[in-house]
């Protein structure tokens, strides 16, 4: 008998592309010379197991759904799981390796520039599985968030497959995706969209940021969009509100996995029934708190304390 049978409501978060998070540090980088990494530390990763772990660490029992591949995968699960006993990692285990994803710490211009791994290939028994997972864990969750790429092989309206399913399920959905996943899953009117503001920019061929938000708005009752140290604009159809919360510079360790602990703050604060006030500062407060540790796209809930006090609404 599983140990979640007794699970109680959570969060279900899908996760389809995970990652082994590896910060790497390097002193420089020669161009066709070798070049030899210092210092190495491993995360679990991916935007969704980011918004997992940073929603268990807030207090939320979360179901994380994912692709498991290899050795790096098996690696993962246990690694949130050890830490998390709120957290069950659900999902069909596939052929290859989970992807690894490098951040480069350095004191040069290659400071938090990023390597992504591609993955494992998907066929269509691990898309069906996948699917059939997460029609089982849907009916007991209070929301669901689909956040972050997929592996190659997927469908291209993976997530929107999964907004419909939620609706017929009375389920709220939170999306943070961008390319061909984001276009069709819009098609179907998600709860909430997340980008950050190059990426709705693009989406919608426009550089004024509100011009933008007006446009994703008109796809999902919520749009949250966040602009670097501006921090969130948040709107619905009737009104646009903007939150911020600021560090000093020497504060910061670095901002990879920013956006992922803001959605995970936007989704605790929707479970927990804030009002759109305190909604988006509890997310800049989750954004804010992922600056302040090494741990890549993690935060810790006494940060969060701390900073909520500083959030304000511009």
Same mark, same amino acid.
């Given at each position: ?41 491993? !995360?679990?990763?991916?935007? #969704? =197991?980011?918004?997992?772990? $940073? ?6 029992? *979360?179901? &994380? ?108 959905? !939170?999306?943070?995706?961008? #390319? =061909?996943?984001?276009?069709? $899953? ?6 909430? *969209?997340? &980008? ?119």
């Amino acid at each position: 008998m599983s140990k979640y049978n007794n699970f109680g409501q959570y969060i279900l978060v899908v996760c389809p592309n995970p990652a082994v998070d590896i910060y790497a540090k390097i002193d420089s980088f020669k161009q066709g010379g070798t070049n030899r990494i210092v210092e190495e530390t491993q !995360f679990p990763g991916g935007k #969704g =197991v980011h918004v997992a772990m $940073a929603a268990a660490e807030l207090g939320e029992k *979360v179901v &994380l759904l994912g692709f498991w591949g290899g050795p790096t995968g098996t690696w993962i699960k246990k690694e949130i799981e050890e830490r998390f006993p709120s957290i069950q990692c659900v999902g069909p285990e596939v052929t290859g390796w989970t992807r690894c994803c490098y951040t480069f710490k350095s004191n040069s211009d290659f400071d938090d520039a990023e390597l992504l791994g591609t993955g494992p290939t998907l066929n269509e028994n691990n898309i069906e599985a996948f699917q059939d997972t997460f029609e089982k864990y849907i009916n007991n969750s209070t929301c669901v968030c689909l956040s972050g790429s997929w592996p190659k092989g997927a469908p291209e309206n993976g997530y929107a497959n999964m907004i419909k399913v939620s609706k017929t399920n009375h389920k709220a959905t !939170f999306l943070d995706c961008t #390319g =061909v996943q984001l276009e069709n $899953a819009i098609k179907m009117k998600p709860y909430m *969209v997340h &980008l950050n503001k190059k990426e709705v920019c693009e989406a919608y061929g426009v550089n004024d940021i509100k011009e933008a938000i007006a446009q994703l708005v008109k796809t999902c009752d919520y749009a949250a969009v966040t602009d670097g140290a501006k921090g969130l604009y948040l709107a619905d159809s009737t009104s646009l509100i903007q939150a911020s919360c600021t560090l000093e510079k020497d504060k910061i360790y670095s901002t990879v996995g920013c956006g992922d602990c803001l959605t995970a703050g936007l989704v605790v604060a929707y479970v927990r029934n804030l009002n759109n006030d305190a909604l988006a500062k509890m997310a800049v407060a989750c954004g804010s708190a992922n600056c302040l540790r090494k741990d890549l796209g993690m935060l810790y809930a006494q940060d969060v304390a701390m900073l909520l006090e500083q959030a304000i609404i511009v």
